[in-house]
């Protein structure tokens, strides 16, 4: 029996070093919506900056986003993990200057992201349970 219990003991113990080793959370919120063919992904990090990704070939434009990291910048007004009103402020942009025709696919390849904060464009977020809402949109939490 004391072996029994020896052996029980090690196994759970085996067990929560495991279960300790698993990845870890760094703190990032994800949300993704589609619309018009493309998934957008708005990812919040803990240092009070965002990213928004978009993939997809949209219905309206024709144009096709490959992996493009459309825009970046800062947060403020809540943490996005809970329910809040985040004013978030665009400091990078894709550079579509070039005019992109139907059929082209972008990539941060050929639309470079360019600071554009002296523009201070900024919008507002509005985070409630699992959906995030801005302009319109509402995205789920990933």
Known sequence: MKKTLTL????VMIA????????????????TGTGNGVTVTFT???????????NGT?????????????SRGTYT???????????LVITHA???????QRGAVLTN????LVDV????????????GNTMSLQGVTLTRQ
Request: with cysteine; hydrophobic share 35%.
């Open 8 to 11: 029980l003991a090690i196994v």
């Open 16 to 31: 929560f070093v495991f279960t300790g080793c698993g990845e870890k959370d760094d703190g990032t919120t994800v949300f």
């Open 44 to 54: 919040f990090y803990p240092d009070g900056t965002w990213s928004e990704i978009q």
């Open 58 to 70: 949209s219905t309206v434009v024709g144009v096709t986003f490959s992996d493009l990291t459309n």
């Open 77 to 87: 007004g809540g943490n996005p993990r809970n329910d809040c009103v985040l004013s």
């Open 94 to 100: 894709a550079d579509t200057s070039w005019g992109p």
């Open 109 to 112: 390849e050929n639309c470079p």
């Open 117 to 128: 904060s002296r523009s201070r464009v900024t919008f507002e977020a509005i985070i409630t």
